[in-house]
């Protein structure tokens, strides 16, 4: 065991300083007092629930950050993002510290992969400085080939790349009718529509005869004129009438502002105050690629400009390591030579030739920790928004090596969460260079495999909630064999009482459910065979294509070619739609799925997306247990005398809610110059009820008392309550017995969200006809509490159910009845059927980079 007083460790030879935390109390803490060692990796392990992340992030980097505040004026406090200050008495030795934890935000639609790497910074100086310019062309700053600046921005789709678009099938659905009988069914309807045809017969339009019928000019004029002619207008008189009132130079009841078709609706759309207007207007819209820049967002003179015999867009559309590719040719000695292979048409001048020399050393010097993180699939030009939590932490981590920031420590949150096995070595390279470089390294994690590499492990536990919050074990790995109360350690080490998979035979399904020709995003022409009643799992390297299988390959085919046959197709609770200008987009999946008539009645997606969006929505009222909980109340004798009915207890309703906060249970303080504080409502003390319905209890307890109840404890309370009972053993089910029934749904992170929306199933009787989808439902899960979720999953396939997961942990994917594994790699170079079988004939494929990994996971 590493000796924390020592000045020297000769296994490793660092002078470890450390971090002295006495008192800790924050969420679940239980006042612990640790010392952490300085300079070195410090792996915060547990099963989940026991507070790992509480005093990494919650106390540690929480502590940090209210030091560093403390430092900066009080005006520029309030438009930073604040953590309150942690629980703890006192914490020695910290120094700054910089934190990466798992986010599923990703910032604006502009901000891309290159923006956030600031990759694109360097490209875009390369394309300034040693770019070929069109002959005659004046040289353009670094500025103009970005589309998020005035400069550089297509000043038609301003640097969006696709505009708003009417299309004439959308605005004359019927050609057969005639102008009066609403032709143009974009054009408004009552009084104004009826001044736009009136409009058309003071300009010699004849309303009655089918639009076919009327000349090609002057369909397009009503449909796409920019002008806006002041008309005369004739009340109540027939064409006839009006064309010789025109004739004669009558004087018209009054004049009107006639409106083309498209222009009517673009001006409905970017204008009207009624939101049912610009509803009714985006209906006859699409969105298509800007005509001005064919999308690519830049003005055409960025876009003249070429290297290597690429625009920048195109550039920005490769992946990262086939640019790293590209520009390690730079380097060559001839490049740059009249004649050098792909050089420009003339010899570049020396000078020219060193800037890029020493512009491509450094863009492959930003690049090589990001494609070293398994990160070489993302292009320049990929929206940060649609990366998963993972993919934007090893960004960042990637960002913070090239920073090359030293005495600092950093706090991570499972690095390795969506990493395949085969690029945790790179990972942990990482990791230990951060570490060599003078840095400290504190990061919770799961993954066996990492959590291996780490100089000093803090075991935290034993159990989760209220049976964790105690320090199991501090030190040298090593050590940890002898921690009896560890779960991990039978993880970490072979032994009697390590766990193992209860060997079963593998199940061969009763059909198949066949997908062909899947094309989306690096998936194309897949065509691929589930067996239905198995569990499957599909595998590959990180951006192999198998999030898109999953999340829209299946579901998306299913419902174009199965949904007929389907009782129900069901999506998550937050599941986006589409709207009218991107349901043609280029984001649909084409191909054909084909299955058995009857087997699959039900499609559930569980995925990690939040369960609700305000702090109203939690897990006791997203599961359901809470109506069963307010009919126990409401079903009192006080509660039956009073005429209280089971709405009563719900904090959403005036009638028992408090009504100083509205049932909030928190009050929101203003401070001006210093960040806007929560207090617990005076009122109610933060119970959100009134004192009236507090006074109603079932066996001593209030409701406010059972919502603070972390599940386990509420299974004892309503221990013989079988109807309760069901909702609360599905949420033990899933590993969730140390969170409260009350805890906000904003709180709950990625992999907690999944786990309830999966208990919320798990609790319905089963039918044997569904299919579940969920992606990388352990994420975040202890290896523990992994095997408990495993077990449920195969009890549902158990059931006639079919179980279709996106899996890393090679230990779960042993436990699978069917292996289907993508790749060979990443984004262009993934996104096929490398292998499919059972685990152990995938195991035994050659091309697979799973296969290793897996065939160590089955030996064990």
Same mark, same amino acid.
């Given at each position: ?67 560093? +505040?403390?430092?900066?004026?009080? *005006? ?97 659905? $019927? ?29 010699? /339009? ?17 449909? *796409?004129? &920019? ?6 207008? +004739? ?18 009841? /009054? ?8 222009? /009517? ?176 390294? *504190? ?68 059909? &198949? ?175 959100? /009820? ?42 033990? $089910? ?40 969920? $992606? ?38 042993? &436990? ?45």
């Amino acid at each position: 065991m590493l000796d924390m007083t020592a000045t020297d460790d000769s296994s490793t030879g660092a002078r470890f300083e450390h971090v002295r935390v006495r008192g800790a109390r924050e969420h679940n803490l239980r006042a612990i007092d640790i010392d952490l060692p300085r300079d070195a990796l410090v792996a915060f392990t547990g099963v989940s629930g026991s507070g790992k992340s509480s005093l990494a992030f919650g106390t540690i980097y929480a502590e940090a950050q209210r030091r560093f +505040f403390e430092s900066v004026a009080p *005006y520029a406090r309030r438009l930073i993002d604040q953590v309150g200050a942690p629980d703890v008495d006192s914490i020695d030795g910290l120094p700054p510290a910089v934190a990466l934890p798992q986010r599923r935000s990703g910032g604006s639609a502009r901000s891309t992969v290159g923006s956030a790497t600031t990759v694109a910074n360097v490209v875009r100086m390369l394309f300034s400085r040693v770019g070929t310019y069109p002959t005659g062309a004046p040289m353009l700053w670094a500025e103009d080939f970005s589309a998020n600046t005035v400069q550089g921005a297509c000043p038609t789709c301003h640097g969006l790349g696709r505009i708003h678009d009417v299309p004439e099938e959308l605005m004359v659905p $019927d050609e057969s009718l005639s102008i009066r009988d609403r032709a143009l069914a974009a054009w408004p309807t009552a009084w104004h529509g009826k001044q736009l045809q009136d409009s058309l017969i003071s300009l010699g /339009y004849d309303i009655d005869v089918p639009w076919r019928e009327l000349p090609r000019d002057k369909r397009d004029w009503v449909l *796409y004129t &920019q002008e806006s002619p002041q008309v005369p207008i +004739f009340r109540d008189l027939s064409p006839k009438q009006v064309r010789k009132a025109v004739a004669s130079g009558t004087e018209p009841s /009054y004049f009107g502002t006639f409106l083309g078709v498209r222009r /009517y609706v673009l001006d409905t759309f970017a204008n009207s105050k009624s939101a049912r207007m610009r509803e009714k207007a985006a209906g006859f819209m699409v969105s298509v690629p800007c005509p001005a820049c064919g999308g690519k967002r830049l003005k055409p003179d960025a876009l003249a400009v070429t290297f290597e015999g690429a625009d920048i867009t195109e550039i920005g559309a490769l992946p990262l390591s086939d640019v790293a590719r590209m520009m390690e040719q730079v380097l060559q000695p001839e490049w740059g030579s009249s004649s050098s292979h792909g050089a420009p048409s003339e010899e570049l001048p020396p000078e020219k030739r060193l800037a890029a020399r020493q512009l491509v050393t450094e863009l492959l010097g930003r690049l090589s920790p990001i494609i070293d993180l398994g990160l070489g699939y993302l292009t320049l030009d990929r929206t940060t928004a649609t990366l998963s939590s993972g993919e934007l932490q090893r960004m960042r981590l990637a960002t913070q090596v090239l920073s090359r920031l030293f005495g600092v420590v950093f706090v991570l949150d499972e690095p390795s969460a969506g990493l395949h096995p085969a690029d945790t070595e790179a990972l942990v390279g990482i990791l230990k260079s951060l570490r060599d470089s003078g840095n400290t390294v *504190y990061f919770v994690e799961h993954s066996i495999d990492v959590i291996r590499e780490a100089d000093w492990i803090v075991d935290i536990g034993p159990g989760a909630g209220t049976a964790g919050g105690t320090v199991v074990y501090s030190g040298a790995i090593d050590g940890l064999r002898s921690a009896e109360a560890s779960v991990t350690r039978r993880y970490l080490f072979d032994g009697p009482d390590s766990p193992s998979a209860e060997p079963r035979p593998r199940r061969i399904g009763d059909a &198949q459910l066949t997908l062909t020709g899947v094309t989306r995003n690096n998936l194309s022409e897949v065509t691929v065979a589930f067996p239905l009643g198995a569990f499957t799992a599909i595998t590959g390297v990180s951006g192999s294509g198998k999030s898109t299988l999953i999340n829209h390959g299946i579901p998306d085919l299913l419902r174009a070619d199965l949904a007929s046959r389907s009782d129900e197709v069901e999506e998550d609770d937050e599941a986006p739609s589409l709207s009218p200008l991107d349901a043609q987009g280029p984001g649909s999946t084409a191909g054909r799925a084909s299955g058995p008539a009857d087997r699959v009645r039900r499609i559930v997606q569980v995925t990690q997306k939040p369960i609700g969006r305000t702090p109203r929505s939690n897990v006791a009222t997203y599961t359901g247990v809470f109506d069963q909980i307010r009919r126990r109340f409401a079903a009192t004798a006080e509660a039956r005398r009073r005429h209280y009915s089971p709405s009563r207890f719900s904090f959403n309703l005036p009638s028992g809610r408090c009504p100083v906060c509205k049932g909030e249970g928190m009050i929101e303080i203003e401070l001006l110059f210093l960040p806007t504080v929560h207090a617990p409502c005076t009122a109610c003390g933060g119970t959100r /009820y009134n004192a009236d319905t507090l006074e109603i209890r079932l066996d001593e307890m209030t409701v406010a008392d059972v919502l603070a109840m972390s599940v386990s404890r509420a299974r004892e309370f309503f221990e013989g309550d079988a109807d309760v009972v069901q909702h609360l053993d599905a949420l033990l $089910d899933v590993g969730l017995g140390y969170i409260s029934l009350g805890q906000s749904a904003t709180e709950l992170s990625g992999g907690e969200a999944q786990r309830v929306k999966l208990a919320s199933e798990l609790r319905r009787a089963q039918r044997g006809d569904t299919l579940y989808l969920l $992606d990388e439902p352990t994420s975040g899960l202890h290896p523990a509490d992994s095997d408990r979720l495993v077990g449920h999953l195969q009890r549902l396939v158990d059931g006639g159910n079919t179980v279709i997961v996106v899996e890393h942990d090679m230990r779960v994917v042993a &436990q699978a009845d069917w292996v289907i594994d993508l790749g060979p790699g990443a984004g262009d170079a993934g996104g096929q059927v490398i292998a499919e079988g059972t685990p152990e004939s995938v195991a035994e494929h050659s091309g697979s980079r799973t296969a290793p990994f897996l065939k160590a996971a089955l030996a064990r």
